[in-house]
């Protein structure tokens, strides 16, 4: 199949499923601060002239999307676990939704996560796909639905470590930083051998912005993006500790983790953009002071 390169210009006409979320929200944001300005909003709740309101397991709401004629539309859903009912619904009934709905022309950039790959040493883009989550394996069937449903010159599937940031409401940071707060004992559900690469938001959303002005449709269907910032658990908890003055009970279960992959490449991603981090996750927690 033939690669094919279509400009990513401030006049091409984006649409953010999602944008209101916490990536999609950084992302518009830095959109703007870079002139794009016919970028609109995809979601149940979404206001203001460069709004649709659509829900992607709602066909008719979906159908919104074929009428606008977009360029180049960004897929920031999905990426619930809690209730786990919600995160099957989106990554099945709503990409089959969202396929229906795709010009001929536009183009798709869809969130995944590494956790598709399950447990091992090393893990690229051509590894065997083993995921041992419900959430991974949702983000599998996704991905598998997006390959058979769409020209694989107008996919591209970004597979993402963990995202961490300002404002972050939820996840590993936050809990560790209210327990340090209030004393609480950390309670994790596996032995403190998982291993996490740790991304910024703001360099996500950078590297989200090049590799759709860089991207050779076609050539390289998915790519891995993972941060340098790689850590377990307790040596995480360890930074917190070392930064925030914090000293932390550490509970630990028996239990072997899932989705625990030890090494990830993306140089395919960073050969292709150029991307260098402007954060590090120990300059992040500092700031949490």
């Known amino acids: 199949m033939s690669a094919s390169k279509k400009s990513f210009t401030k006049e091409s006409k984006i649409l953010l499923l999602g944008g209101s979320g916490y990536i999609g929200s950084h992302f518009l944001r830095f959109l703007s601060d870079q002139g794009f300005t016919n970028v609109w909003i995809g979601g149940r709740n979404s206001l203001g002239p460069k709004s649709l309101k659509i829900d992607l397991i709602n066909p008719s709401s979906v159908s919104l999307i074929k009428d606008q004629k977009f360029d180049f539309i960004f897929n920031f859903t999905g990426q619930v676990t809690n209730p786990i009912k919600k995160c099957l619904e989106i990554n099945t009934l709503g990409i089959k939704n969202l396929i229906r709905s795709l010009g001929t022309s536009t183009k798709l950039i869809q969130l995944s996560s590494v956790g598709v790959y399950g447990s091992g040493d090393f893990a690229d883009e051509s590894t065997i796909c083993n995921p041992e989550t419900p959430y991974s394996t949702l983000k599998l069937v996704a991905e598998e639905l997006l390959l058979d449903g769409l020209s694989h010159e107008n996919l591209l599937i970004l597979r993402l470590s963990n995202i961490y940031g300002s404002s972050q409401p939820k996840g590993i940071f936050a809990y560790l930083q209210r327990s340090g707060k209030s004393d609480q004992i950390l309670d994790f559900n596996n032995d403190g051998s998982l291993f ?90 500092k700031e949490l002071k």
Do not use: C
Request: charged share 25%.
């Open 196 to 285: 996490r690469f740790f991304l910024h938001v703001e360099d996500l959303v950078q590297a989200i912005f090049l590799i759709s002005r860089e991207n050779e449709w076609g050539k390289q269907v998915i790519l891995n993006f993972v941060g340098r910032d790689k850590f377990t658990i307790p040596g995480l908890i360890d930074l917190f500790e070392k930064n925030l003055g914090f000293h932390y009970q550490r509970n630990f279960s028996p239990s072997k983790p899932y989705d625990n992959m030890m090494n990830i490449s993306d140089e395919l991603f960073r050969k292709m953009t150029g991307f260098e981090e402007k954060y590090n996750l120990e300059s992040y927690i």
